[in-house]
C-alpha cells in the first residue's frame, strides 16, 4: 500500500505516558525536541503527574501540556478524544501533529483522527504496521532526527523544485 502523499509538517508532538517513561532516551529527546510537546494518557492527572517525576521527566512539562482523559473527557471511552483534545488545546490540527504511541488503541485512535503516527518498533511487523501509514523507527533517542527527516520529505513534496 502506498501512503499518500505528505502534505503537513509534524509541528507538535503527543507522547503516550508509559512509552515515555519507559525509554531510557526521553530526557535526551525531551531536551533536544525543539517542537511543542505534551503527553497523554488515560491514567488520572496525579498518577502521571507522579510517575513522570519518577521518571526525572515532570519538569519538562507545564500544567498545560499534561492531558489525562479521565479528568478533561469523563465518559470517553478508552479516552478515544484525548488526541484530538490535546491537540486542539495546542493550538494545532491533527495532521500536523505527531502521536508516538506504541499501544495497539493508541494507534488506532491516532489514525483514526488523521494524526501522524510514530512507533518505536524493532520487531519484525514493521512493514505491516508501514502498510498501515504508521511512521517506524528504532530507537528512541533518534525520534527528533526522525521528525526532522519528515519534515524534509515534506519539504521535498510540497516544493520539489528546492
Known sequence: MKNPPLTSKIKCVLFNLD???????????????????????????????????????????????????????????????IFFHAVRSMGFEPAECA?????????????KEDFCVFRMNDDADSAELENKGVLVFSKFADLSDFIDLFNKEVDLEINPAS
Do not use: W
Open 19 to 81: 512509552d515515555l517513561i519507559q525509554s531510557i532516551a526521553a530526557k535526551d529527546v525531551l531536551m533536544t525536541l525543539s517542537l511543542p510537546y505534551a503527553v497523554v494518557s488515560s491514567r488520572p492527572r496525579a498518577s502521571i503527574e507522579q510517575l513522570l517525576n519518577t521518571a526525572g521527566l515532570l519538569t519538562f512539562f507545564t500544567q498545560d501540556r499534561i492531558f489525562s482523559s479521565p479528568e478533561q473527557l469523563p465518559g470517553s471511552a478508552f479516552g478515544s478524544m
Open 99 to 111: 502521536v508516538v504511541d506504541k499501544s495497539d488503541i493508541g494507534l488506532h485512535l491516532a489514525m
